[in-house]
């Protein structure tokens, strides 16, 4: 009997990410698609892998989520994140939460411990401590960079509207598993200088992340134009239609990009194993698996 297919691909962020930048981070990519590939090979569900991709990289200094968050305009750390599952068409999500190294873990709680779809701001940090999560202070996810980027910020007097056409970043995972069940999960930091009490596209459901049984997506950059658009259901409803996991990749961005402000990237899996990544910005931390390919994290 012929194996079925399996892929993972995860994306690190999409926005004014310098080259210098990328190569510095290039390697975390591939560790954490080290990490989790195995898990995928050796018979882990979609849910799991994507889970921990994001895991990962919000334990990971050098990505907006977690720990190396952004800062809002009053200096606190806000984290929204989602998770769905492609194979029931059930996702949760979490926004403006506090005090959560791992925000996409405490989504995962919502799906699975309420009948809600979102929970936010301080009753998601009580549940997620009603679920045994440790709760951590803000210093715990400000790493000095992000700091000192806060600080020049606040400095040159620029304001939230400033961030929304400039900056973006999320961390996701999209995977196909050995019983060909799809899923996807997207977590954030948010954008620097943003309002307290913002919540962007990670958390939503068809904006940042999306997942049925033909595809899952995670999306990247620019939350409120994402949102906008329903990026990641665009992208998603292309696949059913039709396209090609890189051709309904292009065409979110696409959209994004011709109907609002700010740039945005994507990643997609179908349930043959295929995958689509792009983006519209200066370039996206990105990478995949497959078993023909093993390992893949582009120059």
């Given at each position: ?13 999409a ?8 190569k510095?981070?290039?390697?975390a ?7 989790t590939?195995?898990m ?11 889970e921990?991709?994001?895991?990962l ?15 809002r305009y ?7 994140a989602?998770?769905?599952d ?8 979490v926004g ?19 009948p ?14 009603e ?28 304001t939230?509207?400033d ?6 970043g ?7 598993d ?9 977590s954030t ?36 134009s994402?949102?906008r ?8 409803d292309?696949?059913?239609n039709?396209?090609?996991p ?8 696409r959209v ?7 740039t ?5 899996v179908?349930n ?5 990544l ?22």
């Amino acid at each position: 009997m012929a194996q079925r297919p399996i892929a993972l691909a995860v994306q690190g962020g999409a926005g004014p990410i310098s080259l210098e930048s990328y190569k510095r981070n290039r390697p975390a990519i591939g560790e954490i698609l080290g990490k989790t590939a195995p898990m995928l090979v050796d018979g882990a569900s979609a849910m799991q892998v994507v889970e921990e991709a994001v895991r990962l990289f919000e334990k990971h200094p050098s990505f907006n989520a977690g720990v190396g968050s952004s800062l809002r305009y009053d200096g606190s750390v806000q984290l929204d994140a989602t998770i769905m599952d492609g194979s029931t068409v059930m996702g949760a999500g979490v926004g403006a939460v506090s005090g959560v190294l791992y925000p996409v873990t405490l989504a995962r709680y919502v799906l699975e411990r309420t009948p809600h779809v979102l929970m936010v701001g301080e009753w998601a940090a009580q549940f997620a401590r009603e679920c045994g999560m440790e709760l951590v202070a803000d210093e715990e996810l400000i790493v000095p960079e992000r700091r000192r980027l806060w600080e020049r910020k606040l400095a040159a007097k620029e304001t939230p509207e400033d961030q929304v056409l400039s900056s973006g970043g999320t961390v996701g995972a999209v995977a196909l598993d050995v019983e060909g069940k799809l899923a996807a999960a997207t977590s954030t930091g948010g954008l620097v200088l943003s309002l307290q009490g913002r919540v962007g596209d990670s958390a939503i459901l068809g904006a940042g992340t999306y997942a049925d049984a033909h595809s899952a997506v995670s999306c990247t950059g620019v939350g409120e134009s994402i949102m906008r658009v329903l990026m990641a259901k665009v992208c998603a409803d292309a696949v059913v239609n039709g396209m090609s996991p890189q051709e309904a990749a292009e065409l979110s961005v696409r959209v994004q990009g011709d109907n609002t402000p700010g740039t945005s990237g994507a990643i997609v899996v179908d349930n043959r194993g295929a995958l689509g990544l792009a983006y519209n910005s200066e370039n996206m931390y990105r990478g995949y698996f497959t078993p023909a390919e093993g390992v893949v994290v582009p120059e």
